[in-house]
């Protein structure tokens, strides 16, 4: 299927690696030119470098924590006037509901809501004076059923999904679309992460780790960056104009519900 996209322009944050890496790959598969975001200069050099080899776009590599304002705002002098925007920052860290002080709190809602809020902020006037602009936010599967050592994470993406809810609604008009797509696990260094923990906790190894996660999938098995990086570009899409302000779940079942 023609996206419809080639010679737009993306900024895709925290895209070095993982999902964001998938959603970049993908874009680039259908023409778009990126800015690739990540803290670490090594892989982002690579990952931009393999983009520019495998699908001949222009991708600018933007060294920064996305979640640092100043950071965000040198970003944008790098590209004021993206087509697309692909919002994503690390997650924060497991615990229990007593672990967590005000700060671990600010942190994480800095972070996974208001970092992509910020860039929205920045970003949507002009997508609204062309007419035309597509925003996906990477939030979690736990937005749709919380994950109980992930509280940060459920309370934070919660914070965004409502904002996303009304202003996608408010933008919609000027054809500017914006949905957020939730992750079950996939197959990034971060669920390695969430693995290992689990492993050292319960005394098992890695791999049971991760055999015991897998089979609480329907699908039996981790999602892949490149499925998640499909549904990102047609998201990005001009096929997605009529979804407006959407929780699209990728995650082989693993949320029980009807709806
Ligand atoms: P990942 O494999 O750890 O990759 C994270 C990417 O983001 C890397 O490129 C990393 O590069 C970059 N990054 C992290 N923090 C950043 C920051 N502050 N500023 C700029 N770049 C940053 O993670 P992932 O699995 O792709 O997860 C992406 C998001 O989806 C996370 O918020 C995660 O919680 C959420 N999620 C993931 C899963 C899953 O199963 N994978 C499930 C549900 C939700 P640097 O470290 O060099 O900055």
């Given at each position: 299927m023609d996206l419809g996209i080639s010679g737009k322009r993306a900024i895709v944050c925290a895209?070095?690696?993982g999902l964001g890496l998938g959603c970049a790959r993908a874009l680039a598969e259908a023409g778009v030119d990126l800015v690739m975001n990540a803290r670490g200069a090594d892989a982002l050099r690579a990952s931009a470098a393999d983009i520019r080899d495998s699908f001949g776009v222009d991708v600018v590599e933007f060294v920064g924590d996305i979640t640092d304002e100043g950071a965000r705002a040198e970003l944008l002098s790098t590209?004021?006037?993206?087509?697309i925007l692909v919002t994503n920052a690390g997650g924060p860290p497991p615990g229990l509901w007593?672990?967590?002080?005000r700060e671990d709190f600010l942190k994480a809602l800095d972070a996974n809501m208001l970092t992509p809020i910020a860039l929205m902020t920045a970003i949507l006037p002009q997508m609204i004076d062309k007419g035309w602009g597509r925003v996906v936010n990477i939030t979690s599967q736990s937005v749709k059923s919380p994950i109980p050592v992930l509280g940060l994470s459920n309370a934070a993406r919660a914070g965004l999904t409502g904002y996303v809810a009304g202003t996608a609604r408010q933008v919609a008009p000027q054809g500017v679309i914006i949905n957020n797509l939730l992750p079950g696990i996939h197959d990034t260094d971060r669920a390695d992460a969430l693995d290992k923990g689990v492993a050292a906790e319960k005394g098992i190894t890695q791999d049971q780790a991760r055999a015991n996660r897998a089979s609480t999938i329907p699908a039996r098995r981790y999602g892949t960056p490149a499925e998640f990086g499909a549904t990102c570009a047609f998201m990005c899409?001009?096929?997605?104009?009529?979804?407006?302000g959407q929780n699209i779940l990728l995650d082989g079942g693993a949320v029980n519900a009807t709806l």
């Open positions: 895209s070095s690696k590209c004021a006037d993206p087509d007593s672990d967590w002080s899409s001009q096929h997605a104009g009529f979804m407006v």
